[in-house]
């Protein structure tokens, strides 16, 4: 039987996602937590996080990197995505529509005051255009609280990631953030979010500690 080994840093990040699918999948995995910069020249380009496929006689099968390539194979392999390319095509670009977001916000975060209204603006810009079409991809799904049909799909469980890494990143940077996010939480976000979290497929994730669960988003 096919089993992995995940390796990522022992916290919440660029992961997270991968986690939810492994749990999703049922599968056999297991996760590491390298030192860190001890261990970085044994990795794939010298990066986490990093996917072991493994045989049934327990050798490495298939080695992977870089978080959107491991999500997406999963996704594939395990029926998160569809089989089709046209459809599946449709529903990564909601996934690589939130890149922007963060790495903006993160720029935002480390230019000098002087540049700062700028960047702002940017990533604000940015983030209403996602909220906007996650809101109405919700809505023509009938707010079902699922982006596609009636079942958990990878578009889901990357954007659960997305609202909750981003919220705990602006409650780290600054009291006001926080408010902006409100603000812009559509009753369409929150109700992903709850059904997400409420998924049977994911009992195992929402439950143990330090997960994103344990992270409840503003009303």
Do not use: C
């Not at 594939?76 to 977001?101: K, S």
């Amino acid at each position: 039987m096919t089993s992995y080994i995940f390796r990522y840093f022992n916290t919440i990040g660029y992961g997270e996602t991968t986690r939810l699918l492994l749990t999703a999948a049922k599968v056999e995995w297991t996760e590491e937590h390298p030192e860190w910069p001890q261990e970085k020249p044994n990795q794939p380009f010298g990066r986490l996080p990093v996917l072991i496929e493994q045989s049934d006689d327990g050798s490495p099968d298939l080695v992977l990197s870089e978080s959107t390539t491991i999500e997406r194979y999963l996704a594939r392999t395990y029926g998160f995505l569809p089989m089709d390319p046209r459809q599946a095509a449709l529903q990564e670009q909601f996934r690589d529509r939130q890149n922007d977001v963060l790495l903006t916000f993160r720029e935002y975060m480390s230019v000098p005051d002087s540049a700062k209204a700028g960047v702002y603006a940017k990533f604000e810009d940015l983030l209403d255009r996602v909220i906007s079409a996650h809101t109405e991809l919700l809505g023509e799904n009938g707010n079902t609280g699922y982006s596609f049909g009636s079942t958990l799909s990878y578009t889901d469980m990357a954007l659960y990631t997305f609202m909750k890494l981003f919220f705990i990143q602006i409650v780290q940077y600054s009291e006001a953030m926080p408010k902006l996010f409100k603000a812009k939480l559509t009753p369409e976000l929150a109700k992903l979010a709850t059904t997400v979290e409420a998924d049977p497929l994911l009992v195992a994730y929402v439950s143990q500690k330090g997960s994103l669960a344990e992270y409840v988003l503003p009303k």
